[in-house]
């Protein structure tokens, strides 16, 4: 851009500018050590049955935390892996450890039998051919079905060129590993891709989940979504629900899973296992008292 306005670049580097650069700069520094010096680590989200509040999957959502500065949010510092290229270290790291997460978990017997994690993928990865092998091996490593993992992609990837980037789709899906679209409905929302590209799952934007039960909009929109899936054949899971009013609704509109903070944030790999995977144990554990017959 700065090129393009010719004489006027020197403008475009203003104070604000240049501080946006130099904050850039800074990350993506301090980032490249963050990797090197483990700092990054996975935080688990449940993915619920809203009539039960039971986890039946987690989403993996990375955190850093930086020695001096704290928690980083992943909105800050995602963009910048992807702008460096940090991206694929981090991508593989991700992939890793939420697959090495849930063999640890089967081990100690936590584990549901149809428990499956959902793990974000980037523009980059989608169009790396290596994807799927490294997506297989982890698979095999950890003794883990393909069944056990979705990746989730943004609208904004299947938008444009993408030919590299339905290959790598269908060669995950031929893997037999679930394919979500994440935040729909705040891109182009073409109706189009969900029948192009073989996703298995539609996520909710939490923008349309916010207002349920307040604007008919919103419900509108929900609605439309979930027929349009179902039609498809394809899930449905609601982001951002955060009040039972929203999780009611939803219920009406037949969401059959749901994540946000009404019952659970993202947290570190114990507390998800204490709070969300040993309840499970415990009610399959629990057998119903013997009736008395007369
Ligand atoms: P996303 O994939 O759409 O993840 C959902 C975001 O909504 C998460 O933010 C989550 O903590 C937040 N959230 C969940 N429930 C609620 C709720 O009830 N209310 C509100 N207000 N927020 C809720 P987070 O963890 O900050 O992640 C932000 C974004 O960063 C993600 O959006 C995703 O695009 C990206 N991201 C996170 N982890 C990874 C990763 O491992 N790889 C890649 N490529 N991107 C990631
Ligand atoms: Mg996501
Ligand atoms: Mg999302
Ligand atoms: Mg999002």
Known sequence: RAKSEGRGRIKVFDAGMRQTVRERVEIELALRQAVQ?????????????????????????IRWTHPERGPISPVEFIPVAEETGLIDQIGTFVLEESLR???????????????????????????DHTLRGQIADGLRVYRLGPERLTMEITESILVGDSTQVVDVLNSLRGLGVGLSVDDFGTGYSSLSYLSRFPVTTVKVDRAFVTGLGVDPGDEAIVRAIVAMSTALHLNVIAEGVETTAQRDALIALDVSRCQGWLWGKAVAHDEFAEKHLRVLQDESAWTPPLQQTA
């Open 37 to 61: 010096r483990n700092q990054l680590w996975l935080s688990y989200q449940p993915i619920v049955d809203p009539l039960t509040g039971r986890a039946g999957g987690a989403e993996a959502l």
């Open 101 to 127: 997460q849930m063999a640890l978990w089967r081990d100690e017997g936590l584990l549901p039998e149809r428990f499956y994690m959902s793990v974000n993928a980037s523009a980059r990865q989608l169009r």
